[in-house]
């Protein structure tokens, strides 16, 4: 099988290498078998291997996929993940993403002593099966225009605390996500659409919304619209 992989050594121009792989069950069983057998230096991140760490995701033809449960097709196109720093490869760099985490506020606060009952439970068990693996970063277009975009991950997480009844400071969360925030985001559900886990990011911001204009925010953009009764009298 034969697969073209984006190929970046950290300084020159980016350009596109075809291997042929043989059969392989995984995508990321192309890529150890390309380093062992056709060049060394091919860079790439796995730690589990069982979509778990998701340290692999990359994209495939354009769709974010995790190299370790990605079945290639002959011809698939192989690049790194979008809207990031590409240091090698397909290796990635991950710090401006979780420096994003601590900006949306995407962390317990304070904690107030509660039982969270089965319904809220349910409301935010799944935010934390994030495997912090970036497919959705790479998929939001917002972030090919404003990279100081809070992002999916960021803002899902930001809503699991919030939405906690644990949580005794949800105010100073919600203030976190208004600036490059839930109002920036354009609710296409691309995020939603890729995570390997079946998280909702789009889902989260649109109840962080809710939570927002319950506290007292607003949508910003309609700040600049006019909803006064239009004038006849010409
Ligand atoms: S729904 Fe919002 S956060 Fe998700 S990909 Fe679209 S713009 Fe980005
Ligand atoms: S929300 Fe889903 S796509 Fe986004 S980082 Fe977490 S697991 Fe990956
Ligand atoms: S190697 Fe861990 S998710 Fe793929």
């Known amino acids: 099988m034969k697969l073209e992989i984006m190929r970046f050594d950290g300084k020159r121009v980016e350009r596109y290498e075809e291997f042929e792989v043989g059969r392989v069950a995984t995508l990321l069983e192309a890529f150890y078998r ?15 291997r069982s979509g778990i760490c998701g340290a692999c995701a990359v994209r495939v033809n354009g769709k974010e996929r995790l190299a370790c449960s990605h079945t290639p097709m002959e011809n698939d196109r192989i690049e790194p993940l979008e809207y990031h720093e590409v240091q090698r490869d397909m290796l990635v760099r991950r710090e401006d993403s979780f420096e994003k985490l601590t900006k949306a506020g995407a962390y317990l606060h304070r904690y107030e002593r509660s039982v969270p009952d089965t319904k809220e439970e349910r409301k935010t068990e799944i935010q934390s099966d994030c495997i912090l693996c970036e497919s959705c970063y790479s998929a939001c277009p917002v972030l090919a225009i404003d990279g100081s975009f809070l992002g999916p991950f960021a803002l899902s997480r930001a ?59 607003s949508d910003p953009n309609f700040a600049t619209l006019s909803f006064s009764t239009p004038d006849f009298s010409f």
């Open 34 to 48: 390309i380093k062992e057998f056709e060049d060394p230096t091919f860079t790439f991140e796995a730690e589990c």
């Open 159 to 217: 809503y699991r605390y919030a939405a906690d009844s644990r949580e005794g400071a949800k105010e100073e969360i919600v203030a976190s996500v208004q600036n490059s925030g839930v109002w920036d985001c354009t609710l296409c559900g691309e995020c939603t659409a890729v995570c390997p886990q079946g998280i909702d990011p789009k889902g989260d911001i649109l109840a962080l919304r809710t939570l927002s204009l319950q506290s007292g925010y």
